[in-house]
């Protein structure tokens, strides 16, 4: 019940942990330690885990950075580990093809998101139609939503839907947004379509539960949370938080509590070598708007060329520079170099 006696509709959890995750490790987990962490999810009732490379299904490269496993057996490992949880993957055309959906598919996925930038909806037609004809669930998000605004996703949204999705949403990527930002975006896209909408946080600023709420005040049915907020940069919505808050809200998720913080210790103990944390660089990240997988490549470039990791991710953000853009991040150090002799 809510605060006015209604009663709520139940939240479904999406659980990244095994995707999201791989940022905060260079895409290095291991066969155990997917088995591991899936195999408590699976215990803890979560509705669906995700896996896979942080960047989704066929994005392990040079570039990026090259898995420990390659996308067939990761699905493999997980899907025997999920006996009444439903697995599910990611995908961004440009990384992935039809021939990886497909094989996804193959290997017992259930959900296949296809994510976009905010403002090209349009790339995902292709994908989202091939995923209904395999017969599995197709979701649209729309990556670096922060840079559009509410009625322009609604619209990219509910082209989504046009195409097939059967559920459709927003990721934070870069941990930008503060709770009414969220509102108005959920808002809009809630009354522009007709199917579930998602809400995925980072907590760069801090606020990744409280925007999932904002999210599910707002209209969101699906939100997404990691276990210790296992994620890039700062991480992401801390799911046993959670999953304890919208309990005393009174919001049933089906999760278990004392179930999903086993799971948060297995993902503390197996997967991570510390947990994520705020720092500088987090803060920074979230104000200016940029992916939080950059962390890792920024603090590299900084260092080799001898700049401030603070000021080169604040010049990435004023170029609005978005993941796939990796290559940038040398060149706009190099100019900062340059400008400061």
């Known amino acids: 019940m809510d605060s006015t006696g209604t009663e709520q509709p139940p939240i479904l959890l999406h659980d990244p942990t095994l995707r999201d995750g791989h940022h905060a490790v260079g895409h290095q987990l291991d066969a155990d330690q997917l088995r591991a962490y899936a195999t408590a999810a699976n215990a803890a009732n979560v509705p669906v885990v995700e896996v896979g490379h942080g960047n989704g299904l066929g994005a392990s490269s040079l570039q990026i950075g090259r898995a420990k496993l390659d996308d ?23 990384w ?40 599995a669930e197709a979701q649209g998000v729309l990556l670096m939503s ?50 579930p909408v998602i809400f995925h946080g980072h907590n760069n600023l801090g606020l990744a539960v409280a925007n999932s709420l904002a999210a599910v005040d707002a209209g969101a049915s699906i939100i997404d949370a990691t ?18 808050v919208l309990d ?36 920074v990240s979230g104000l200016a708007g940029v992916f939080s997988g950059f962390k890792r490549p920024v603090l590299e470039i900084a260092r080799t060329e001898g700049v401030n990791p603070l000021d080169l991710f604040l010049a990435l953000g004023e170029r609005q520079v978005v993941a796939g853009q990796e290559d940038l991040i040398g060149d706009v150090a190099r100019q900062l170099k340059a400008a400061a002799r």
């Open 96 to 135: 992935g093809t039809a021939s990886d959906l497909a094989a996804a598919v193959r290997h017992g996925a259930d959900v296949v998101r296809i994510a976009a930038h905010c403002t090209e909806a349009d790339v995902t037609e292709r994908h989202l139609g091939a995923v209904r004809e395999l017969g």
């Open 248 to 283: 005393r809200r009174g919001i049933a998720t089906g999760i278990g509590l004392r179930e999903i913080l086993a799971a948060s210790d297995v993902a503390a103990d197996h997967l991570m070598k510390t947990p994520p944390s705020i720092d500088s660089i987090a803060v």
């Open 72 to 94: 067939p057996t990761m699905l493999t490992v997980v899907r025997e580990a999920l006996t009444s949880s439903r697995m599910g993957v990611f995908m961004a055309p440009g």
């Open 227 to 244: 276990a210790r907020g296992f994620g890039a940069g700062a991480g992401n919505t801390q799911l046993e938080v959670l999953v304890a």
């Open 146 to 195: 922060h840079m559009a605004g509410a009625g322009e996703l609604a619209e990219q949204c509910a082209l989504m839907v046009k195409y097939g999705a059967q559920a459709v949403g927003i990721m934070d990527s870069a941990g930008h947004y503060l709770p009414a930002d969220v509102t108005a975006r959920v808002h809009a896209i809630a009354a522009a379509v007709d199917v």
